[in-house]
């Protein structure tokens, strides 16, 4: 561009400065491509790759447990850490925002070159608005930088109160549309079933409050019920986990049932579901309750003669359990006669009976629990009489009408047996005295012997109160006996009487009671918890117990698990067995059970009953109809229970027998709620934890939310995703201004050629904001001779202003006549003139 010399002409306003200067100097504007796209390209790559690597998770900074470190620390934490992300944000935005503002007007000028010449004014008020939008743009992210406490790996830590210490509603069992119950007639509800529901066994009312069902029957000639109120009471704590607890009954592991009137010889103990000596010990627990439970034996037939007591007695030994004799017997065989043999000699047992049988089993309630168990079931001689003695095949008839009292021992879907007494041997040996056989489960703890193991030995020598001749060095920690009895009625059929009168109440054919008597061993091993989930042990006690994983709850994703100490398994609040004896001459003894302290997990009425104990005698059993091969459907009918009008239902009886039925209060397969109650009162004290999800814990693939647990706690420093996307759209537009200087530079340099003017040039050199220095290079040159000479060589010596609008009015600035304080002078003072500053 052609530099311009000053005017020879003076205006009527202003000196002309004398002198003058010839015009052979151009000023050369040159935009500085290359380092605008570098600097761009460098300033918006460090950024962006500064502000991604802060994006989302961001970067951890800092760290701590949580433990050490309360919630006042962890603010003075987070301030110190916000207050250095504030300062690192100011020193970062400072480099960019100089480069907008030296990039954002050469863009301007090199896209709007003719505007920018002609329009000061409105280039700077666009130029400013560009720099302030880009410029928010690009710091929004670091803007939005701060430091949070983010969870980090969970340290397990088990301490001692993970060690020891909802309604449930059941549609299965609800009434039909007639008010009555449903589960008296389908066999689906025997309690032998596969999967048998925990509702449908004497634990209901652990889960569910004592149900009431509506009397249909309104007869009766009593003023007063004569049945006592039966309810249903459990030897350990209610808790809310019990529900999610063996639901249903798991499938056995393994079965061995032997009929009583079979032959054993064909049977190998190989077929044992589990081992021997375990089973020896089962077979003799269930001849020593029998007695003490049943009371079917005379005083004779009870004890043991033992000839000499000089030395401990193993009983495997002395019932021939270990040394098979003949040589061609088993355990099996030895242990079948040995059950039959006794139960032989009992009254009113039929070990004849089809039903008669003794069964081996194994449930394994987790992969570190189990429950061993021995079932003897035991029928009764049948109820009723022959109505035809020709043939012992003929049936017995018992009618279920109580004659004496002229009423039906019936309500619509159930009945109760009449003289169906129950009876125990008296002291001088008769079988006169009536009793009643509550269902109950029972526990006692094992005797470890003076070897350490748990063969039953007796030693005379060891005369403790506790357990008198029972030698017993210690309580076992890892194992206990359940003894579980129940009973139910049991029949061939149920069919309409044949006596017009009693025509609508039913008679039971060739029914009997089979008593079931489950003697179990629940054993557990206990394992090193804290190793078993990659935790630090926090109790001085050690973490040593046991778990159980509960069944999962209704959409809930997680497992929760039962932890118990060892310590604080109650194992020391129940007894062993006691063997009692008298002396029987020549170092001699008889031995029998004398004295157990029975623990009682689950029985019924109002008073805790032990094996021995009595209560007051109810003259009458349960006859289910779901229990009989065969039932008449007369009896099944509403005409049987609308068309006659039931007149003579009697009311105490409706009640009794529906209070008795739809809260369960009885049990008919011993075996389930034998091992239930069990493991129940074994983790009476546990603490349910909840498993937390995968890859939470350090050192473990599983582990639960123990109390103790300690996380470790990240300082981390972080920006919003959106924040991110806002600065790098920024600095997508500096690195597009970039590529415009790059790549229109030498258009630009053409534009200001072609459209600039003198106040062009003289902007170019001074106003280092429209041109500034780092982006454009100004520089004067000598029309003749070609030298270049740079702007910071030069300052202004004269200075004349030109008057946009008539051109031929010169503004000479006077030099040295900077005015600070503007002076009030009058248009026709004589003093009008420029003075000194």
């Not at 009895?485 to 009487?497: F, H, P, T, Y």
Request: glycine share 6%; with cysteine; hydrophobic share 40%.
């Amino acid at each position: 561009m052609p530099s311009t010399a000053e005017s020879d002409t003076e205006s009527d306003q202003t000196q002309v400065p004398s002198g003058s200067v010839k015009p052979n100097y151009g000023v050369i504007i040159g935009v500085r491509r290359a380092r605008a796209m570098t600097a761009s390209l460098v300033m918006a790559g460090a950024f962006i790759a500064m502000v991604t690597r802060l994006a989302g998770d961001g970067v951890r900074v800092g760290s701590f447990f949580s433990n050490d470190v309360d919630a006042t620390e962890q603010k003075h934490l987070l301030d110190k850490y916000n207050s250095i992300s504030g300062g690192l944000t100011a020193l970062i935005s400072k480099p960019l925002d100089l480069l907008l503002s030296v990039l954002t007007p050469v863009v301007f000028l090199c896209i709007a070159t003719k505007f920018s010449t002609h329009h000061e004014n409105r280039r700077g008020y666009i130029v400013m608005l560009a720099i302030g939008a880009v410029g928010y743009l690009i710091n929004t992210s670091f803007s939005a930088l701060n430091v949070q406490v983010v969870p980090g790996a969970v340290y397990p830590r088990i301490t001692f109160s993970d060690l020891a210490v909802e309604k449930v509603y059941d549609s299965t069992q609800a009434l039909d549309s007639d008010g009555f119950v449903t589960t008296t007639i389908s066999s689906r509800f025997r309690e032998n079933t596969t999967s048998n529901s925990i509702l449908n066994t004497i634990l209901r009312n652990l889960f569910i409050d004592t149900e009431e069902v509506p009397t249909f029957c309104n007869g009766s000639d009593w003023k007063e019920s004569p049945y006592k109120p039966v309810f249903a009471r459990y030897g350990f704590p209610t808790r809310s986990w019990q529900q999610h607890v063996l639901s249903e009954a798991p499938e056995p592991t393994g079965v061995l049932k032997i009929p009583m009137n079979s032959d054993s010889n064909l049977l190998s103990d190989k077929n044992l579901p589990m081992s021997v000596p375990i089973a020896t010990n089962l077979v003799i627990y269930s001849i020593f309750v029998s007695k003490s439970i049943l009371r079917w034996w005379k005083l004779d037939e009870e004890q043991w003669w033992f000839p000499s007591v000089s030395k401990p007695v193993r009983l495997a030994e002395y019932f021939n359990l270990t040394t098979h004799s003949p040589r061609n017997a088993s355990f099996v065989r030895n242990a079948h006669k040995l059950i039959v043999d006794y139960f032989k000699k009992a009254g009113n047992a039929s070990t004849t009976d089809d039903l008669a049988n003794i069964k081996f089993t194994r449930v394994n309630l987790s992969e570190k629990i189990v429950f061993d168990a021995l079932t003897i079931e035991i029928p009764t001689r049948k109820y009723g009489e022959r109505r035809d003695n020709s043939s012992r095949a003929n049936p017995f008839n018992q009618s279920l009408v109580d004659y004496s009292a002229s009423y039906y021992m019936c309500n619509p879907k159930v009945c109760m047996m009449p003289n169906a007494e129950e009876y125990k041997y008296t002291a001088n040996g008769e079988q006169t005295d009536r009793t009643t056989i509550y269902p109950r489960v029972q526990a006692l703890a094992i005797c470890l012997n003076k070897w350490g193991d748990e063969d039953m030995v007796l030693d005379f020598a060891d005369d403790n109160l506790a357990h008198l001749f029972q030698s017993c060095k210690q309580y076992s920690q890892n194992s206990m006996m359940v003894v579980s009895i129940g009973k139910r009625i049991v029949g061939d059929s149920l069919e309409a009487s044949e006596d017009s009168f009693w025509r609508t109440v039913g008679q039971a054919v060739n029914a009997r009671m089979v008593y079931s008597l489950t003697v179990g061993r629940l054993s557990w091993t206990s394992e090193d918890l804290a190793q078993s989930y990659g935790a630090e042990c926090g109790n001085p006690d050690g973490c040593y117990g046991i778990q159980f994983q509960l069944e999962k709850t209704q959409n809930s994703s997680t497992n929760d698990r039962l932890f118990i100490s060892n310590g604080s398994i109650p194992i020391n609040s129940i007894n062993p067995l006691c063997m009692g004896g008298t002396g029987g001459g020549n170092n001699s003894r008889y031995i029998y059970e004398f004295g157990t302290k029975w623990k009682a997990l689950v029985s019924t009425l109002e008073e805790t009953r032990e094996a021995a104990s009595q209560t007051e005698f109810v003259n009458a059993q349960y006859v289910l109809p779901r229990n009989f091969k065969a039932v008449d459907p007369y009896l099944a009918s509403r005409e049987y229970t609308y068309e006659n009008k039931w007149m003579f239902c009697n009311k105490f009886v409706d009640e009794h027998l529906n209070h008795i039925e739809k809260n369960h209060l009885y049990i008919e397969d011993s075996l389930q709620p034998a091992y239930t109650a069990g493991l129940f009162f074994i983790f009476q004290n546990a603490v349910v934890l909840t498993e937390l999800p995968p890859g939470a814990a350090l050192n473990s693939e599983i582990s639960l939310a123990f109390s103790g647990n300690y996380q470790k706690m990240y300082l981390q420093a972080s920006i919003p995703s959106k924040s991110v996307l806002l600065s790098i759209i920024g600095c997508g537009i500096m690195i597009i201004g970039g590529i415009v200087l790059l790549t229109r530079g030498k258009y630009c340099e053409r534009a200001l050629l072609e459209h600039g003017t003198l106040t062009t040039a003289a902007e170019a050199v001074t106003n280092q904001t429209k041109f500034p220095p780092l982006m454009v290079r100004v520089r004067l040159q000598n029309c003749t001779t070609g030298q270049l000479i740079l702007p910071d060589a030069l300052l202004v010596e004269k200075l004349v202003l030109v008057d946009a609008n008539d051109k031929t009015q010169l503004f000479a600035v006077q030099e040295n006549s900077i005015i600070t304080v503007e002076p009030v002078i009058e248009p026709d003072s004589a003093d009008n003139k420029c003075t000194d500053a």
